[in-house]
């Protein structure tokens, strides 16, 4: 059966190549973020999403966001945030600070990327780096900026926030040893 049948019949002619399109894209959906994910927990000890939070913490002027900054960064709810964050507190790589509100009874809570945290990006992102360019540059080639441009406007259309420009950058990120580069972030 047809994955794209709506019960009217097979798939009428010259739509075979969007639904070939729309199967990959949803194994890479699928399939790339465990992938991912499996180097950076079998090699670092993190989770996908935690290499994410360090990432985005490390390319903040002070290393500093509140804990509501990074859900939507990771379009994830306060719970499962927190969940993360807390962590990567464990491990010593973030420090969360309860902020008051200076009298407007307004109280908030930042993470805080520490030096142990640091280090831990740093030893991660070259190995990550490489993978991101096999698995995902170097098949996307000269099409690399296509499909940024595709999935920004995927990003917008699903009503998430842009994510910030890569400090200085534009392109790919770097495919470097990782000493003196700037370690991938989230582009949304």
Known sequence: MNLADTGRGPTPPGDEDRQRAWIA???VLLVLPGALEAQLLRDYDLTLLGYMILARLADTPEETLRMSQIATMANGS??????AVGRLE?????R???????????RFTTASLTEAGRAQLKRATPEHTALVQRLVIDPAGSEFGTLG???QRI???LGLPAGP???GRSGPPPAGD???SAPLRARS
């Open 25 to 27: 894209f949803v194994k």
């Open 149 to 151: 441009a595709v999935a």
């Open 90 to 94: 464990e491990r010593g790589w973030v």
């Open 78 to 83: 306060l719970p499962r945030t927190s969940q």
């Open 155 to 157: 990003v917008e259309a």
């Open 178 to 180: 990782g000493a003196g």
């Open 96 to 106: 969360r600070t309860v902020i008051s509100g200076r009298g407007q009874g307004r």
């Open 165 to 167: 420009p890569a400090a």
